[in-house]
Nanobody, 120 residues
Framework: VQLQASGGGLVQAGGSLRLSCATS????????MGWFRQAPGKEREFVAG????????EYASSVKGRFTISRDNIRNTVELQMDSLRPEDTAIYYC??????????????WGRGTQVTVSS
């Protein structure tokens, strides 16, 4: 499965962005999907995950209540709605596909990242 994340950009603190992950090859059916992020000088970390077909969701404590993960199984996409953004949310965001909830960086497939920058 080849994944591509999009929707990143520059936003002021308190603003919102919506990231999208799509596949250019294959299908997201039956995969658990996740979003991770990596800030400069830091390790890649789990942000949010969603099961197949979407009944179970998990979030990092740092984003719970501000970010929402969802999936559209007809359009074959996964989204991350990010509200109340903070400067510490600045990072490259990656989507991932896995056979189980992808809460660690050991996942089956990684997509290319998209840069999110939150200014103060």
């Amino acid at each position: 499965v080849q994944l591509q994340a999009s929707g990143g950009g520059l936003v002021q603190a308190g603003g919102s962005l919506r990231l999208s992950c799509a596949t250019s090859s294959g299908t997201l059916s039956y995969y658990y999907m996740g979003w991770f992020r990596q800030a400069p000088g830091k390790e890649r970390e789990f942000v949010a995950g969603i099961s197949w077909p979407g009944t179970k969701k998990e979030y990092a404590s740092s984003v719970k209540g501000r970010f929402t993960i969802s999936r559209d199984n007809i359009r074959n996409t996964v989204e991350l709605q990010m509200d109340s953004l903070r400067p510490e949310d600045t990072a490259i965001y990656y989507c991932a596909a896995n056979r189980a909830m992808p809460t660690s960086t050991e996942v089956a497939f990684w997509g290319r990242g998209t840069q999110v920058t939150v200014s103060s």
